[in-house]
């Protein structure tokens, strides 16, 4: 399986690896022929994750009178994050399943919202 190879490159043992699969198909995917798919249950929750990973990852410092329009992780850093629009265009970029996981443009909005209301996430 590509996943394996891939976590094996990452330094992740094959039991490792062979729990965390497990415990993914009991809670969060299903397999789809020679694919894992996302349990429809569970989309919601892994797009808000999604959203906050790219923050954490793709985000860079941004000084305290540029925050404006920017999504933050708080406690990562100071002001660690970067612009909303930045966010939705790389989290689609990285994972193009995105966009249609996103039924409308207002699912997008009630994600990040959802971050923000549950203190995951800062906006500017």
């Known amino acids: 399986m590509k996943v394996t190879e891939l976590l094996q490159a990452d330094g992740y043992s094959v ?5 965390a699969i ?3 198909e009991n809670k ?3 397999i789809d022929g020679n ?3 996302i349990k429809p249950e569970r989309e919601s929750i892994v797009r808000k994750y999604c959203i906050l990973d790219i923050i954490a990852n793709f985000g860079r410092p941004i000084p305290s009178d540029k925050t404006t ?3 933050m992780v708080p406690g990562y850093s100071t002001y660690w994050g970067m612009p909303q629009n930045d966010v939705i265009r790389k989290a689609i ?3 193009p399943m995105l966009e249609k996981m996103w039924h ?3 699912d997008v909005f009630d994600d990040i919202q959802w971050l923000t209301e549950k203190g995951f ?3 500017g």
Request: charged share 25%.
């Open 15 to 19: 039991d490792e690896i062979n729990t």
């Open 22 to 24: 497990k415990e993914a």
């Open 28 to 30: 969060l995917l299903q």
């Open 35 to 37: 694919a894992f798919k």
């Open 69 to 71: 329009g920017c999504l």
């Open 93 to 95: 970029e990285i994972a």
């Open 104 to 106: 409308s443009t207002t």
């Open 121 to 123: 996430v800062k906006n």
